[in-house]
């Protein structure tokens, strides 16, 4: 919950999608106040709600079936980023993926970022979370 909560101390509208009932058993109480939790599967709530520019997609669950889905969907917005966690080699394995079962073309794959974040040699979570808060502040560079 680190990324939401510094995406939240950093001005941002902040929404967390999440529909499994043991997660959401786990994170009650780690999400700051002003955090929107939505109880819904996040590719479902993305194609259904959409996004404008301003908008950075994440998704952070480690679990290729929400991941793929959600990156599946994203890629069809207007979002500035769009980034899911996983190592260098579970990265690849999703980007072919999506390319071969998702149909994703080459245009659409490269727009996710994954792993997600900048590279700062982060293992941590809360130095993971670091990594993808300090994108907006690297987007004009």
Known sequence: MFCANFALALGFETLVCEHREEVLLNM????????????????????????????????????????DLTMMEAVNLPAFYIGAMGSMNNSQRRKERLERIGELEPRQISRIHAPVGINIGSKTPAEIALSIAAIPCCQSN
């Open 28 to 67: 009650a109480g780690d999400l700051d106040n002003g955090i929107t939790l939505i109880r819904q599967f996040p590719a479902a709530y993305i194609e259904r709600e959409g996004c404008h520019t301003a908008t950075a997609i994440l998704s952070l669950t480690h679990d290729p079936p929400i991941d």
